[in-house]
């Protein structure tokens, strides 16, 4: 059972275009959503977060949304640029849930010059 | 400020040999700490957990096991390793309590098994 969906694998954009990276979940109990980044053969890095109390939270470039009637929250990158490409996951987690979190599969983003 | 260290970066092993994998935590004092492999084309799982030295929690039944000897040490270990084991293994750090979804990641060891 996937708590927490990224249907799509790959996305690819130009450089100071918008990417947005999608991300659907099922577990009505998440009440905390996290976007992690990560480089080939490194650790994922914490990108930006969102409690289940707000539907937006910005960061720089980074804009999270989150729309909770759908079980659906997005990632918004503005401008792209090339250092954003990577694999981007989807992440969630609840009060209850032993501070765990699921990750969804993740999108190869690619942002091209 | 906190740091995570895993080693080695990368391993080769052949099918039935045992594993060590190390993971250590700085700058922080009993952390929740967490392995996670990925398999080739896959997302993040969760292996097992840990909110406290000698408690372990597994997520999936399988070949491999972890121990919590000290407050910010955390290792990954099999007596006998399957082609199935082989991937990237990550460690990650949480501060319980305190913006506790908020996990942090090692570099990974990448695992190959032959």
């Known amino acids: 059972d996937q708590q927490v969906k990224q249907n799509s694998p790959s996305l690819s954009v130009q450089e100071g275009r918008i990417s947005i990276l999608n991300c659907d979940y099922t577990n009505s109990m998440f009440d905390y959503f996290l976007w992690y980044k990560k480089y080939p053969a490194e650790g994922p890095t914490f990108l930006i977060s969102?409690?289940?109390?707000?539907d937006k939270n910005e960061d720089g470039r980074f804009t999270v949304f989150l729309n909770k009637s759908a079980k659906h929250l997005s990632l918004h990158i503005v401008p792209s640029q090339p250092g954003d490409s990577a694999v981007y996951f989807c992440?969630?987690?609840?009060?209850?849930?032993?501070?765990?979190?699921?990750f969804g599969k993740g999108t190869k983003l690619t942002v091209n010059p | 400020s906190q740091t995570i260290h895993q080693w080695p970066a990368t391993l080769v092993q052949p099918v039935g040999s045992p594993l060590s994998l190390e993971c250590t935590v700085e700058g922080t004092s009993n952390p929740n700490l967490y392995w996670y492999r990925q398999a080739a084309g896959r997302g993040l799982q969760l292996l097992f957990y840990?909110?406290?030295?000698?408690?372990i929690s597994s997520e999936v039944p399988q070949n491999l096991s972890a121990s919590r000897p000290q407050d910010r040490q955390f290792i990954l270990s099999s007596k006998k390793l399957l082609l199935s084991d082989s991937g990237f293994y990550l460690c990650?750090?949480?501060?319980?309590?305190?913006?506790?979804?908020?996990?942090?990641f090692g570099p990974g060891t990448r695992l190959t098994v032959t």
């Open positions: 992440a969630a987690g609840y009060q209850g849930g032993s501070e765990k979190l699921v």
């Open positions: 969102i409690s289940s109390i707000k």
């Open positions: 840990s909110v406290g030295i000698g408690q």
């Open positions: 990650a750090w949480s501060v319980p309590g305190y913006r506790p979804y908020e996990q942090y």
